[in-house]
């Protein structure tokens, strides 16, 4: 089969078209046809080696797992003797967790992985894209147990977790703040939010406006104006945040009433089934900026680690 591969950690160029060993069900897993799949900055933080941390993970050398790509969407095109989730011919949706091997004509995942049937309304390139954002933002605004009529304000909110982070903001009642810069203000408004913030502008942390849940998907607010800006038990979420924000808002939660919630999102096959009802139900779209070929994985991947993407670049592969 046909898959992108990398031996060695840098530059987009890194990743080469080559043909591969197909890989065969094991008795708990699923072969899957990939129709698409999508450049997140998982897959090029993992190309790059960036951070430095990455290769305590994932090769300290070189990379462990030669295939990236962690979501995939595709069809079934065999099972293994366990599987029960899903039978030959269904259209699904997932991720592949730390695993990866996306980036590739067939993929083998066990059946409890977070996978769940293609939501009906939207096709395999959009279904690609939804499971990296929108499993971030939902695990995060889960963890501050978000709630109806709350002042939420989306830092970010025109990247991949961004734009998944509004919406489902949204679908759980928030009066949702989107802070994105000008060219993207008439996108993010039309995700629902009740108001955009230009960051080319404006500084919400000098509004005097305060807010029950802040989440910053970018890193690239201060921690300290951030709680300054936080109602009395409010949260702070840094889903993007590195080892110096993760200190200073380990101490803040330790010594203020306000809670700062950072770490590695997870995924489950209930969130996958959660979000593809949300998708069914219009209150979830995904959001496509670029759309590549495999071929072009490593310009799809310059385009990505720009930072400045709208919502997801997904790869059709078939
Ligand atoms: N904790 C976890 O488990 C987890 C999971 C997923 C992702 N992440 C991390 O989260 C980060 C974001 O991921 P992503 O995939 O959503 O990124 P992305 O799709 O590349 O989006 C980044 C967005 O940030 C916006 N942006 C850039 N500078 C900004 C600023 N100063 N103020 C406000 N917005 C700004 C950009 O919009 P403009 O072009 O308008 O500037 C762009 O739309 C990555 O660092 C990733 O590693 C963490």
Redo the contacts with the bound molecule.
């Keep these: 089969m046909k898959a992108i591969v990398y031996t060695q950690y840098g530059a987009p160029d890194v990743l080469q078209l080559k043909e591969v060993q197909k890989p065969t069900p094991k008795d708990n897993e699923v072969l899957i046809r990939i129709k698409a799949t999508a450049v997140?900055?998982?897959d090029w933080?993992l190309r790059k080696a960036d951070p430095f941390a990455v290769r305590l993970f994932f090769g300290l050398t070189k990379p462990r797992h030669s295939i990236l790509g962690g979501v995939f969407s595709g069809e079934v095109e065999a099972t293994g003797k366990n599987v029960t989730r899903f039978k030959i011919g269904d259209s699904i949706f997932g991720s592949t967790d730390m695993k990866f091997g996306a980036y590739a004509e067939y993929l083998c995942l066990s059946d409890n992985n977070a996978i769940a049937l293609k939501p009906a309304n939207i096709n395999y390139t959009e279904a690609a894209v939804i499971p990296?954002?929108a499993t971030?933002a939902l695990?995060?605004l889960k963890k501050v147990n978000i709630k109806t009529g709350q002042n939420v304000l989306i830092?970010?909110?025109?990247?991949?977790?961004?734009?998944a982070a509004v919406q489902l903001a949204k679908y759980y009642g928030a009066n949702v703040t989107g802070?994105?810069?000008?060219?993207?203000v008439e996108l993010i408004k039309s995700l629902g939010a009740d108001r955009v913030i230009d960051?080319t502008k404006e500084d919400f942390t000098k509004n005097n406006e305060n807010f029950d849940v802040i989440m910053d998907?970018?890193?690239?607010?201060s921690v300290s104006d951030c709680l300054k800006v936080l109602n009395r038990n409010g949260s702070l979420i840094l889903?993007?945040?590195m080892m110096p924000e993760m200190l200073k808002g380990a101490l803040a939660s330790m010594t203020g009433n306000k809670k700062v919630i950072?770490?590695?999102?997870g995924q489950t096959a209930e969130d996958m089934i959660f979000l593809k009802g949300l998708i069914e139900i219009n209150k979830l779209r995904p959001v496509i900026d670029k759309i590549y070929s495999l071929e072009q994985m490593p310009e799809a991947h310059t385009y990505?680690q720009?930072?400045?993407?709208?919502?997801?670049v997904a790869i059709e592969v078939l």
């Design positions: 997140n900055s998982g933080r990296f954002g971030t695990h995060f830092n970010g909110a025109s990247g991949a977790v961004g734009t802070v994105c810069s000008t060219q993207n960051y998907t970018v890193n690239v607010l889903s993007a945040a950072f770490g590695v999102a990505a720009k930072g400045h993407k709208k919502g997801n």
